[in-house]
């Protein structure tokens, strides 16, 4: 039974994947769906691990071996229902007339004086950074708080390259991004990835990828395929050499199982000790607004995030992961969550048909990205909060406005200037 709902959640993300020549929000989402929320199901399921395995692979067996078949259920059925939920809204949005009323872009002539700011701060970081560079990934705990902020200039670095790109788009896609700012963001970006930060990077590469396929040429379906199978195995690749293990086909294909089948300790335990509730306040994802906050203005702000666990839901994630099925769920419940799911669609494919814009272009492109990872395997305080809130949404706005602002008062100041010499030269 369970393994009969398991294939039917599997089939029209699947599907749509297979048809897909253009990697939009559709396909992003379907293969994050897929990676996170159905294959460590499908794993448990079919008895891949026992709880004989090493790696902690035996662990998580252990508690999957202690999930309810009847909660297996809840979960398989929920997950096809958020699915189509989330189809629908982008569904829903096709179906509206888009605003003809064109809004007048903030001129981003001083986006250039951000981004140099900001890569010379990213590049003075990642020099007081410099011994994590190639370390092994076991140990950097005293470094993560660090690599965060590393990665939050990153972000901002990149939502600055894609103002400028989006801004000075040539024919054809290469034209466009080999420019200074693609290659300064991603010098810092390599960097970040020598450090650990293997999905940042990832996703950036995901990212120019659906920029080509949606705003220049769609790709053949054997274009995909080698791009699919060249990013798993550069993922996988890349996180044995930061733990300095060889690498070889099943070491590569075990550390791919390992990241959905590790960050889903947090739903499998989920489902072993909770009872699932149909509607939730969001009182945890308002308490992680926090995280908007500079750690610079409030450095002990991770100790005020609400803890779920101390609410009357217990759950464990040893390594920091969150399932987002676990997050939605303490925060909207299992009806509440099919509502937002809906949204999310409708808002992704609204920001897609408004696209023609650098603020609204370069918006679309890291939230669509982000969705293969972060919006699965990350906290909210982390995923919606810091990578979809500040980094993509308000970040191009604030660094739009902020050049706008620059012109602005440059033009002012010579209208000054200029007011004050005729004034003395009558």
Same mark, same amino acid.
């Given at each position: 039974?369970?393994?009969?709902?398991?294939?039917? *959640?599997?089939?029209?993300?699947?599907?749509?994947?297979?048809?897909?020549?253009?990697?939009?929000?559709?396909?992003?989402?379907?293969?994050?769906?897929?990676?996170?929320?159905?294959?460590?199901?499908?794993?448990? &399921?079919?008895?891949?691990?026992?709880?004989?395995?090493?790696?902690?692979?035996?662990?998580?067996?252990?508690?999957?071996?202690?999930?309810? &078949? $009847?909660?297996?259920?809840?979960?398989?059925?929920?997950?096809?229902?958020?699915?189509?939920?989330?189809?629908?809204?982008?569904?829903?949005?096709?179906?509206?007339?888009?605003?003809?009323?064109?809004?007048?872009?903030?001129?981003?002539?001083?986006?250039?004086?951000?981004?140099?700011?900001?890569?010379?701060?990213?590049?003075?970081?990642?020099? $007081?950074?410099?011994?994590?560079?190639?370390?092994?990934?076991n140990d950097i705990d005293s470094g993560i708080l660090s690599m965060g902020t590393l990665a939050a200039l990153s972000l901002v670095l990149l939502a600055l390259a894609l103002l400028k790109t989006?801004?000075?788009?040539?024919?054809?896609?290469?034209?466009?991004?080999?420019?200074?700012?693609?290659?300064?963001?991603?010098?810092?970006?390599?960097? &970040?990835?020598?450090?650990?930060?293997?999905?940042?990077?990832?996703?950036?590469?995901?990212?120019?990828?659906?920029?080509?396929?949606?705003?220049?040429?769609?790709?053949?379906?054997? &274009?995909?395929?080698?791009?699919?199978?060249?990013?798993?195995?550069?993922?996988?690749?890349?996180?044995?050499?930061?733990?300095?293990?060889?690498?070889?086909?099943?070491?590569?294909?075990?550390?791919?199982?390992?990241?959905?089948?590790?960050?889903?300790?947090?739903?499998?335990?989920?489902?072993?000790?909770? $009872?699932?509730?149909?509607?939730?306040?969001?009182?945890?994802?308002?308490?992680?607004?926090?995280?908007?906050?500079?750690?610079?203005?409030?450095?002990?702000?991770?100790?005020?995030?609400?803890?779920?666990?101390?609410?009357?839901?217990?759950?464990?994630?040893?390594?920091?992961?969150?399932?987002?099925?676990?997050?939605?769920?303490?925060?909207?419940?299992?009806?509440?969550?099919?509502?937002?799911?809906?949204?999310?669609?409708?808002?992704?494919?609204?920001?897609?048909?408004?696209?023609?814009?650098?603020?609204?272009?370069?918006?679309y492109l890291m939230c669509s990205a982000f969705l293969v990872f972060t919006f699965f395997r990350d906290p909210f305080s982390v995923s919606l909060v810091k990578n979809f809130l500040e980094f993509?949404i308000l970040m191009p706005l604030v660094c739009a406005y902020l050049s706008g602002w620059l012109v602005w008062s440059a033009g002012a100041h010579g209208e000054l200037i200029a007011q004050t010499?005729? *004034?003395? $030269?009558?």
């Amino acid at each position: 039974m369970i393994l009969c709902l398991l294939i039917a *959640a599997l089939l029209p993300a699947a599907l749509n994947l297979l048809k897909a020549r253009q990697l939009t929000h559709v396909a992003f989402f379907s293969a994050g769906y897929i990676y996170y929320w159905v294959l460590p199901v499908l794993v448990g &399921q079919t008895q891949l691990f026992d709880t004989g395995s090493e790696g902690g692979f035996g662990a998580w067996a252990g508690f999957f071996q202690s999930v309810p &078949q $009847h909660q297996l259920e809840i979960y398989a059925v929920s997950i096809l229902v958020y699915y189509f939920c989330f189809m629908l809204g982008d569904w829903l949005a096709r179906k509206t007339t888009p605003s003809i009323r064109k809004a007048k872009n903030p001129p981003l002539t001083f986006v250039f004086v951000l981004y140099i700011c900001v890569f010379i701060i990213a590049a003075c970081y990642t020099y $007081h950074l410099r011994d994590l560079l190639g370390a092994n990934y076991n140990d950097i705990d005293s470094g993560i708080l660090s690599m965060g902020t590393l990665a939050a200039l990153s972000l901002v670095l990149l939502a600055l390259a894609l103002l400028k790109t989006t801004e000075d788009e040539k024919a054809t896609f290469l034209a466009t991004i080999l420019n200074r700012w693609m290659l300064g963001f991603f010098l810092i970006s390599f960097l &970040q990835l020598t450090m650990g930060g293997r999905l940042y990077f990832v996703s950036s590469l995901l990212l120019l990828a659906g920029y080509r396929s949606v705003f220049f040429k769609k790709y053949s379906a054997g &274009q995909l395929l080698a791009f699919v199978l060249g990013a798993a195995v550069f993922s996988g690749a890349a996180g044995l050499l930061r733990l300095k293990s060889g690498v070889d086909a099943m070491a590569v294909a075990l550390n791919l199982a390992g990241e959905p089948v590790f960050t889903s300790f947090s739903l499998v335990s989920f489902l072993g000790f909770n $009872h699932i509730p149909w509607i939730e306040v969001p009182r945890f994802l308002a308490g992680d607004l926090l995280n908007l906050v500079p750690s610079a203005v409030l450095a002990n702000k991770m100790d005020l995030f609400p803890d779920p666990t101390k609410a009357g839901f217990s759950f464990v994630s040893p390594m920091g992961a969150m399932n987002s099925w676990v997050s939605f769920i303490i925060n909207f419940g299992l009806a509440g969550t099919a509502i937002v799911m809906t949204l999310i669609g409708f808002f992704l494919r609204r920001l897609l048909m408004k696209a023609s814009s650098p603020v609204f272009r370069t918006q679309y492109l890291m939230c669509s990205a982000f969705l293969v990872f972060t919006f699965f395997r990350d906290p909210f305080s982390v995923s919606l909060v810091k990578n979809f809130l500040e980094f993509s949404i308000l970040m191009p706005l604030v660094c739009a406005y902020l050049s706008g602002w620059l012109v602005w008062s440059a033009g002012a100041h010579g209208e000054l200037i200029a007011q004050t010499g005729s *004034a003395s $030269h009558p």
